[in-house]
């Protein structure tokens, strides 16, 4: 809402639309106005109004003052003005013939002596000495309601000012019955050097000065636009035929809320035309019931005491019975009046089969193939995580899915289906493993490959539950077309085994 929100603020211009308080969306001060008047030529410009609305701290107080200067102040400039033993700082809030209005609104005479004095425009030691004074508010205050808690005083401390030269302070404070603060003011002058002035405010201006957003998603009305507080109660809930509840109508001070009052002339204005002694109806059935009023169609609903049902009655119906009763006749039934409604009437859609029809076993039919193939893959999870066991005595068969070596052929590994081929963890990696090998031929003669260049021969380990298994005779050399990747030298003449 405010446009002071976005943080974009530079220097002591407002935040947001950098213009200096004219932004189109009027929501740079709390209290803003729109000067509708400011582009229209007057004949005599003498005449005009030398009387300047100024607001302070953020339009939470407004108060008026004459220009005596030979300057034109617009809209949102920072001024300087007369203050109590010093001067303070304020923003041009209103200016021209508005100003004229809202002193005849506030019953103050434009040409009274009294009005202080505007002295200038801001300079820059006036803005710096302001905000350093404004930055103290904050500590002020905590310490105010420490003291007057310390002195049992049954009051509320809600907001303090301090003059932009620092010689002034202003405590608002919230109590119900009189209090008697001559010993606070002592203690404060004494504490914060200042002069002080107590000044007593209601929970409506509290929440004024504090802000917020209300229940309609807006900001609050007493903090943006609201000055004039008038009284609200429960008998502007009834006329607007509203529940009594506490919680639902009183805002976040605690009191009715003030928007209450906005439509409340428009229902006692319809209201005179609805009879005042027509809360009962004497009917041949029993006695009928005022329920409600309904102002925008004209009807009074009416309910008996041995049902529920409602029924809807003219003006002119319920006036009717009215004088019948007084002659002492009781109408056999209520002529109810037919509510029509302006809203128009919804057409269903009428149903369309456009998916077609779904066939139910074919909907079981795929649940069950796709939980089999879930649990096909579990299971083969299970197994690929096991630990390798041991196979053929010629070479190691894996679970996993590897195939043993077939004679004249290539020993290949294929990883079993929805599962990743997995080396067992205690099995080392042997040299020349991955490669395509020949099966061993005969088993008479010990033979083995020698050592690679640069490197020691070793033993292929032992596996458990199998017996040494024996180096092949005689190897053949690899063909052309698979050949491995390291070079490797020839077996050996002699066929003797080597040993390191």
Same mark, same amino acid.
């Given at each position: 809402?405010?446009?002071?929100?976005?943080?974009? %603020?530079?220097?002591?211009?407002?935040?947001?639309?950098?213009?200096?308080?004219?932004?189109?969306?009027?929501?740079?001060?709390?209290? +803003?106005?729109?000067?509708?008047?400011?582009?229209?030529?007057?004949?005599?410009?003498?005449?005009?109004?030398?009387?300047?609305?100024?607001?302070?701290?953020?339009?939470?107080?407004?108060?008026?003052?004459?220009?005596?200067?030979?300057?034109?102040? =617009?809209?949102?400039?920072?001024?300087?003005?007369?203050?109590?033993?010093?001067?303070?700082?304020?923003?041009?809030?209103?200016?021209?013939?508005?100003?004229?209005?809202?002193?005849?609104?506030?019953?103050? *005479?434009?040409?009274?002596?009294?009005?202080?004095?505007?002295?200038?425009?801001?300079?820059?030691? *006036?803005?710096?000495?302001?905000?350093?004074?404004?930055?103290?508010?904050?500590?002020?205050?905590?310490?105010?309601?420490?003291?007057?808690?310390?002195?049992?005083?049954?009051?509320?401390?809600?907001?303090?000012?301090?003059? %932009?030269?620092?010689?002034?302070?202003?405590?608002?404070?919230?109590?119900?019955?009189?209090?008697?603060?001559?010993?606070?003011?002592?203690?404060?002058?004494?504490?914060?050097?200042?002069?002080?002035?107590?000044?007593?405010?209601?929970?409506?201006?509290?929440?004024?000065?504090?802000?917020?957003?209300?229940?309609?998603?807006?900001?609050?009305?007493?903090?943006?636009?609201?000055?004039?507080?008038?009284?609200?109660?429960?008998?502007?809930?009834?006329?607007?035929?509203?529940?009594? +509840?506490?919680?639902?109508?009183?805002?976040?001070?605690?009191?009715?809320?003030?928007?209450?009052?906005?439509?409340?002339?428009?229902?006692?204005?319809?209201?005179?035309?609805?009879?005042?002694?027509?809360?009962?109806?004497?009917?041949?059935?029993?006695?009928?019931?005022?329920?409600?009023?309904?102002?925008?169609?004209?009807?009074?609903?009416?309910?008996?005491?041995?049902?529920?049902?409602?029924?809807?009655?003219?003006?002119?119906?319920?006036?009717?019975?009215?004088?019948?009763?007084?002659?002492?006749?009781?109408?056999?039934?209520? =002529?109810?009046?037919?509510?029509?409604?302006?809203?128009?009437?919804?057409?269903?859609? =009428?149903?369309? *089969?456009?998916?077609?029809?779904?066939?139910?076993?074919?909907?079981?039919?795929?649940?069950?193939?796709?939980?089999?193939?879930?649990?096909?893959?579990?299971?083969?999870?299970?197994?690929?995580?096991?630990?390798?066991?041991?196979?053929?005595?010629?070479?190691?068969?894996?679970?996993?899915?590897?195939?043993?070596?077939?004679?004249?052929?290539?020993?290949?590994?294929?990883?079993?289906?929805?599962?990743?081929?997995?080396?067992?963890?205690?099995?080392?990696?042997?040299?020349?493993?991955?490669?395509?090998?020949?099966?061993?031929?005969?088993?008479?003669?010990?033979?083995?490959?020698?050592?690679?260049?640069?490197? +020691?021969?070793?033993?292929?380990?032992?596996?458990?539950?199998?017996?040494?298994?024996?180096?092949?005779?005689?190897?053949?050399?690899?063909?052309?077309?698979?050949?491995?990747?390291?070079?490797?030298?020839?077996?050996?003449?002699?066929?003797?085994?080597?040993?390191?």
């Amino acid at each position: 809402m405010a446009c002071g929100s976005c943080g974009t %603020a530079k220097g002591d211009a407002p935040g947001g639309c950098q213009s200096k308080g004219s932004c189109a969306s009027g929501s740079c001060n709390r209290m +803003n106005v729109h000067d509708w008047l400011a582009n229209l030529p007057f004949s005599d410009p003498e005449s005009s109004c030398r009387i300047v609305e100024v607001s302070f701290n953020n339009g939470s107080r407004k108060d008026y003052f004459k220009n005596t200067t030979l300057h034109y102040f =617009e809209r949102g400039e920072m001024i300087a003005v007369e203050g109590v033993n010093g001067f303070d700082v304020g923003m041009v809030n209103l200016t021209g013939e508005l100003v004229r209005l809202q002193l005849k609104k506030h019953k103050i *005479d434009e040409f009274n002596p009294d009005i202080k004095k505007v002295l200038r425009r801001a300079t820059d030691i *006036d803005l710096a000495k302001m905000k350093e004074n404004k930055a103290r508010e904050a500590q002020v205050l905590i310490r105010s309601r420490a003291m007057a808690r310390v002195l049992k005083l049954d009051m509320k401390m809600a907001e303090v000012e301090v003059q %932009a030269d620092g010689r002034k302070a202003t405590f608002f404070y919230i109590a119900d019955d009189r209090v008697d603060f001559r010993e606070l003011i002592k203690q404060y002058a004494g504490e914060f050097k200042v002069k002080v002035e107590m000044r007593q405010i209601g929970a409506r201006q509290e929440a004024g000065k504090v802000g917020g957003i209300g229940s309609c998603g807006r900001e609050l009305c007493c903090s943006t636009w609201l000055t004039d507080f008038k009284s609200v109660n429960t008998n502007a809930a009834r006329y607007q035929n509203l529940s009594i +509840n506490q919680t639902k109508l009183s805002g976040q001070c605690g009191r009715l809320k003030c928007c209450l009052n906005y439509e409340l002339d428009t229902y006692m204005d319809a209201l005179q035309f609805f009879p005042n002694d027509a809360d009962m109806l004497e009917t041949a059935k029993g006695r009928a019931f005022l329920v409600k009023k309904d102002i925008f169609r004209n009807l009074m609903w009416y309910t008996m005491a041995e049902s529920n049902k409602q029924y809807p009655l003219t003006l002119e119906m319920v006036k009717k019975i009215k004088a019948q009763n007084r002659e002492g006749i009781r109408p056999e039934e209520l =002529e109810t009046a037919e509510v029509v409604t302006g809203k128009p009437k919804e057409i269903e859609p =009428e149903y369309a *089969d456009i998916v077609g029809q779904i066939s139910l076993k074919s909907l079981e039919k795929t649940t069950r193939k796709r939980r089999d193939k879930e649990r096909s893959q579990q299971q083969t999870q299970q197994r690929g995580g096991q630990q390798q066991t041991p196979g053929n005595r010629g070479g190691n068969q894996q679970r996993g899915g590897q195939k043993p070596p077939q004679e004249g052929g290539q020993q290949r590994q294929r990883p079993a289906q929805g599962q990743q081929q997995q080396r067992p963890p205690q099995q080392k990696q042997q040299p020349g493993q991955g490669q395509q090998q020949r099966p061993p031929q005969n088993r008479g003669g010990q033979q083995q490959r020698p050592p690679q260049e640069g490197g +020691n021969a070793q033993r292929p380990p032992k596996q458990q539950g199998q017996g040494q298994q024996r180096p092949p005779q005689q190897q053949r050399p690899p063909r052309q077309q698979n050949q491995q990747r390291g070079p490797q030298k020839p077996p050996q003449e002699g066929g003797g085994e080597k040993k390191d």
